[in-house]
């Protein structure tokens, strides 16, 4: 088999085709003799039989005489005869009377005078001669079947030459390659199936080649996009360093999941005084001085913790102290890398922000304005002192009365926003500590009631005030121990807020309801406040919307609610508009004071 899978197709082909007209001649001719030997020893056997009838009517006379001398020269004659190798003569009783030769053949026998038999002739023939002839002429016709199988192999070998020699030029064109040189393929113009193969192969060679040279110039392309774009990287990661390594706040890059420092900026390194290589492989809270407690200090939380917990950045301020003259305060705060919509946060982007000046200045600028206040309080009081002398000493008339009365109430209302401007700072601080007294809540109400009249008129809107959920009735009180004046400072700014970011020809109600041990005090107004402030609504200095608004009002009324003991939030949408929810403890009965 293994030699026969190394002849070429053209010997492959020849051969077979000399198999199959060898199988076809030979199946042929044996037919031919089977047929032949059958015909010619039915011949042979009917011509015995002739001679042995002619014979056995040549035999009655000498029989019916009982001639033996006549008997044998007939058995003699039978004997000669082509083919008979044997003669037996009977009686009519099966006695032998003459035999001559072998009987060891075929046998044929006949009765002697048909109408009364006088005996029987037996003779006995082979059809050897038959064979060797049969044999001469198939050994003839052997010798004729080779010389045409010779000549049909040299005709089939010369043929194939003829019909295969394109196919196998352009066989050894394509296993050489040198086929796309050229744009003759062997065999390209024949109308057989070795010219459609050709063709084929040359569309199919033209495809590759123009398909080679596009996938070529998209090799060459891309290659020159990828140099591109590593450029582009290379630069876009140069200014990305140069960015942070300019930026003044110390960045972290760190895993969320084990806390490892990943990757730092210059800053951090100056602040902490190592090197990247000291710090990367280290957790965050490895490198903090004095701060070897993982994530639980609770005074000094740390920030990508809080992310999780509250699903937000989240700003700490930080003690950093390296000793007294070394003290820093730190503003941190963890932003989450998202690589992709969806996925969990794996790396978080810490920031340390230095506010050690900024703390500094604001408490130089505190200091400035205590004793600006301080200082002030000396000339107003003397003002004071004068327009009372005036009011007692000169004979006034009513204009004159009206311009000392103004002095002196401006002269108070700047002294009582001094000193409240004072408390608020010790409530910052939280050194302040409320001198409460029973105060009825809703007698406050009342009383600011006239100086909001002014923006109820202006703007068309209408104030309802509710108690329990029933319409506010005379006669009702509900007594909360504080400082009045600060409690009417605090409702004061929160009403004017609501009325100022109610749209025009709207309702503001304040809804005021009694629990086990607080009261709830609910301002609504059908204003919405911008998603852009409301993290940071109490705040300082955050408004919108206002053009001479200063953000504190709502500053100072957190504080006040806080320092007599309870809160304020809110909830804000365009739906449902604004709900400020006020919370104060109810009067207990002997408080004297509360801590801020």
């Given at each position: 088999m293994r030699i026969w899978n190394r002849f070429s197709l053209r010997l492959k082909l020849a051969l077979w085709s000399v198999f199959c007209v060898f199988v076809i001649v030979l199946s042929i001719r044996a037919l031919g003799v089977y047929g032949t030997y059958s015909y010619l020893s039915q011949y042979h056997e009917d011509n015995i039989r002739s001679h042995m009838e002619l014979a056995a009517l040549s035999l009655q006379d000498p029989l019916r005489n009982m001639d033996y001398l006549n008997l044998h020269k007939q058995a003699e004659i039978i004997c000669n005869f082509s083919g008979i190798s044997g003669v037996r003569i009977e009686d009519n009783n099966g006695q032998v009377?003459?035999?001559?030769?072998?009987?060891?053949?075929?046998?044929?026998?006949?009765?002697?005078?048909?109408?009364?038999?006088?005996g029987r002739i037996v003779v006995s023939f082979s059809r050897e001669p038959l064979t060797q002839a049969l044999m001469a002429v198939l050994s003839l016709e052997g010798i004729a079947l080779a010389l045409f199988l010779l000549a049909a192999f040299g005709g089939l070998w010369w043929l194939s030459n003829y019909y295969l020699s394109d196919l196998r030029a352009l066989s050894s064109c394509i296993q050489e390659g040198a086929c796309a040189m050229t744009e003759h393929y062997p065999g390209q113009d024949r109308q057989d199936e070795v010219g459609l193969l050709a063709s084929t192969m040359k569309a199919r060679d033209y495809e590759l080649a123009v398909y080679q040279q596009e996938l070529e110039e998209y090799r060459e392309e891309l290659e020159h996009k990828v140099e591109e774009r590593t450029r582009e990287l290379n630069e876009s990661k140069l200014l990305s360093e140069t960015i942070l390594n300019s930026i003044p706040d110390a960045i972290s890059l760190i895993d969320v999941n084990t806390f490892i420092v990943m990757d730092v900026n210059t800053s951090f390194e100056k602040i902490y005084g190592m090197n990247k290589e000291e710090i990367i492989g280290r957790t965050c809270f490895e490198i903090r001085s004095n701060k070897n407690a993982g994530c639980k200090d609770e005074e000094q939380k740390c920030p990508i913790v809080g992310y999780f917990e509250n699903q937000r950045p989240m700003y700490y301020e930080h003690v950093m102290d390296w000793g007294r003259k070394n003290r820093r305060y730190v503003e941190v705060s963890a932003w989450p890398v998202i690589y992709k919509q969806g996925d969990r946060v794996q790396q978080m982007v810490r920031v340390e922000r230095d506010v050690t000046e900024q703390k500094r200045i604001e408490k130089q600028r505190q200091h400035v304005e205590q004793i600006v206040r301080h200082d002030l309080k000396s000339p107003l009081n003397g003002i004071y002192g004068m327009a009372q002398l005036l009011e007692m000493e000169l004979q006034n008339t009513d204009e004159q009365m009206e311009y000392v009365q103004y002095i002196k109430g401006s002269v108070h209302k700047l002294l009582h926003m001094i000193n409240n401007s004072m408390d608020l700072h010790r409530m910052e601080e939280g050194t302040y500590r409320v001198q409460a007294e029973m105060v009825d809540l809703l007698d406050i109400l009342a009383n600011l009631h006239t100086e909001w009249q002014h923006l109820l008129s202006k703007k068309g809107l209408q104030l309802h005030t509710f108690v329990d959920a029933q319409p506010l009735s005379p006669g009702q009180t509900c007594p909360v121990q504080g400082e009045?004046?600060?409690?009417?400072?605090?409702?004061?700014?929160?009403v004017v807020n609501a009325l100022e970011a109610s749209p025009s020809g709207e309702a503001i109600t304040i809804s005021v309801t009694k629990n086990t041990d607080k009261v709830c005090i609910d301002i609504h107004n059908w204003g919405h406040i911008p998603e852009e402030i409301q993290d940071h609504f109490f705040e300082r200095y955050v408004t919108a919307g206002k053009k001479k608004g200063t953000g504190l009002g709502t500053y100072s009324a957190r504080l006040v609610a806080r320092a007599h003991g309870g809160d304020i939030s809110f909830r804000s949408s365009e739906q449902e508009g604004t709900l400020l929810r006020i919370e104060l403890p109810f009067a207990q009965a002997g408080d004297e004071d509360m801590p801020g």
């Amino acid at each position: 088999m293994r030699i026969w899978n190394r002849f070429s197709l053209r010997l492959k082909l020849a051969l077979w085709s000399v198999f199959c007209v060898f199988v076809i001649v030979l199946s042929i001719r044996a037919l031919g003799v089977y047929g032949t030997y059958s015909y010619l020893s039915q011949y042979h056997e009917d011509n015995i039989r002739s001679h042995m009838e002619l014979a056995a009517l040549s035999l009655q006379d000498p029989l019916r005489n009982m001639d033996y001398l006549n008997l044998h020269k007939q058995a003699e004659i039978i004997c000669n005869f082509s083919g008979i190798s044997g003669v037996r003569i009977e009686d009519n009783n099966g006695q032998v009377l003459l035999e001559r030769g072998e009987l060891d053949g075929t046998y044929l026998e006949a009765p002697i005078q048909p109408g009364a038999p006088l005996g029987r002739i037996v003779v006995s023939f082979s059809r050897e001669p038959l064979t060797q002839a049969l044999m001469a002429v198939l050994s003839l016709e052997g010798i004729a079947l080779a010389l045409f199988l010779l000549a049909a192999f040299g005709g089939l070998w010369w043929l194939s030459n003829y019909y295969l020699s394109d196919l196998r030029a352009l066989s050894s064109c394509i296993q050489e390659g040198a086929c796309a040189m050229t744009e003759h393929y062997p065999g390209q113009d024949r109308q057989d199936e070795v010219g459609l193969l050709a063709s084929t192969m040359k569309a199919r060679d033209y495809e590759l080649a123009v398909y080679q040279q596009e996938l070529e110039e998209y090799r060459e392309e891309l290659e020159h996009k990828v140099e591109e774009r590593t450029r582009e990287l290379n630069e876009s990661k140069l200014l990305s360093e140069t960015i942070l390594n300019s930026i003044p706040d110390a960045i972290s890059l760190i895993d969320v999941n084990t806390f490892i420092v990943m990757d730092v900026n210059t800053s951090f390194e100056k602040i902490y005084g190592m090197n990247k290589e000291e710090i990367i492989g280290r957790t965050c809270f490895e490198i903090r001085s004095n701060k070897n407690a993982g994530c639980k200090d609770e005074e000094q939380k740390c920030p990508i913790v809080g992310y999780f917990e509250n699903q937000r950045p989240m700003y700490y301020e930080h003690v950093m102290d390296w000793g007294r003259k070394n003290r820093r305060y730190v503003e941190v705060s963890a932003w989450p890398v998202i690589y992709k919509q969806g996925d969990r946060v794996q790396q978080m982007v810490r920031v340390e922000r230095d506010v050690t000046e900024q703390k500094r200045i604001e408490k130089q600028r505190q200091h400035v304005e205590q004793i600006v206040r301080h200082d002030l309080k000396s000339p107003l009081n003397g003002i004071y002192g004068m327009a009372q002398l005036l009011e007692m000493e000169l004979q006034n008339t009513d204009e004159q009365m009206e311009y000392v009365q103004y002095i002196k109430g401006s002269v108070h209302k700047l002294l009582h926003m001094i000193n409240n401007s004072m408390d608020l700072h010790r409530m910052e601080e939280g050194t302040y500590r409320v001198q409460a007294e029973m105060v009825d809540l809703l007698d406050i109400l009342a009383n600011l009631h006239t100086e909001w009249q002014h923006l109820l008129s202006k703007k068309g809107l209408q104030l309802h005030t509710f108690v329990d959920a029933q319409p506010l009735s005379p006669g009702q009180t509900c007594p909360v121990q504080g400082e009045k004046t600060k409690l009417e400072s605090m409702f004061s700014n929160l009403v004017v807020n609501a009325l100022e970011a109610s749209p025009s020809g709207e309702a503001i109600t304040i809804s005021v309801t009694k629990n086990t041990d607080k009261v709830c005090i609910d301002i609504h107004n059908w204003g919405h406040i911008p998603e852009e402030i409301q993290d940071h609504f109490f705040e300082r200095y955050v408004t919108a919307g206002k053009k001479k608004g200063t953000g504190l009002g709502t500053y100072s009324a957190r504080l006040v609610a806080r320092a007599h003991g309870g809160d304020i939030s809110f909830r804000s949408s365009e739906q449902e508009g604004t709900l400020l929810r006020i919370e104060l403890p109810f009067a207990q009965a002997g408080d004297e004071d509360m801590p801020g």
